[in-house]
């Protein structure tokens, strides 16, 4: 499994890289979801790495996208 799709040139930070590869843990049990109540912590910052790597990259775009506009204009 890759951390980035081939094409993509996003790096990830070390310690978010280690917490991501202590949650692919295979020894562990399997994640658990629960509807409500006490979710799985693995899962949790499964979806906190996630999340913080999506609102980079989107935010990566927003200023690409500024900058061409930027240069259309001028």
Known sequence: MTLHPPGNKATIAGREREELLESLLF??????????GNPDPRLLRLVGLLAR??????????????????KRTS
């Open 27 to 36: 020894d562990a049990p399997e994640l658990t979801f629960t509807a409500r």
């Open 53 to 70: 790597q999506a609102a980079r990259e989107c935010y990566a775009d927003e200023v690409r996208t500024q900058k061409r506009r930027g």
